[in-house]
C-alpha cells in the first residue's frame, strides 16, 4: 500500500484483502500503519481479525471502545453481578423505580400491620403460578447441582 492512503483507502484495501484471503488476515508494516489498519478496520465496522494475537487483542478493545462511542447513554457492560444477584429471578414488584402509568401508586414497602390471625387458617391448594415457581426453583436447584458435581470432579 502506498504510505500516503487515507482512511477509506485502507479500509478498501482491508475489504479487497477479505474477499481475497478471508476474514483472518496478517498485517506488516510499521507501527504507525498498523494503527491506520486497526483503526479502519474498526471505523468501517469490518469483521475480520488480525493474525497477530497483539493486533487483534488491540483491534477488540478499540471495537469495544468505538461500540459505546456509537450508542450514547448506554453504559458499557461491567462486572459480573454480586453473588447475591447471581441466578436469582426478581418480579417488577421489587424494582425500586418502577411507575406503572394507570396503577394507583403505593409506598414500595408497605409496612406491616399486626392484624388478629385466625386461630385455624385452611390452606388451599397452590395456586398456577406458585406451582410454576415451584418447578422453576427446582429446576434451577437441579442445574445448580449438576454444576457442583462437575466442579467436583476435578475437570
Known amino acids: 500500500m502506498s504510505s500516503q492512503a487515507d482512511r477509506a ?55 469495544t471502545k468505538a461500540e459505546v ?7 458499557a457492560a461491567g462486572p459480573e453481578p454480586p453473588p447475591h444477584r447471581r441466578h436469582g429471578l426478581r418480579t417488577l414488584g421489587q424494582l425500586d423505580n418502577l411507575h406503572i402509568e394507570g396503577e394507583a401508586q403505593r409506598p414500595a414497602q408497605v409496612p406491616t400491620t399486626s392484624a388478629p390471625k385466625p386461630s385455624r387458617v385452611q390452606k388451599s391448594a397452590p395456586s398456577e403460578l406458585e406451582q410454576r415457581e415451584a418447578r422453576i426453583r427446582a429446576q434451577m436447584e437441579a442445574k445448580r447441582a449438576r454444576r457442583q458435581g462437575r466442579k467436583g470432579r476435578g475437570a
Open 9 to 63: 483507502g485502507v479500509a478498501a484495501a482491508l475489504r479487497l484483502a477479505m474477499e481475497r484471503y478471508g476474514e483472518r488476515i496478517a498485517v506488516s508494516g510499521s507501527v504507525a500503519f498498523k494503527a491506520a489498519v486497526i483503526r479502519a478496520a474498526v471505523d468501517a465496522q469490518l469483521p475480520i481479525t488480525f493474525a497477530d494475537p497483539a493486533l487483534e487483542s488491540r483491534r477488540q478493545a478499540e471495537t
Open 69 to 75: 462511542k456509537r450508542r450514547p447513554g448506554v453504559p
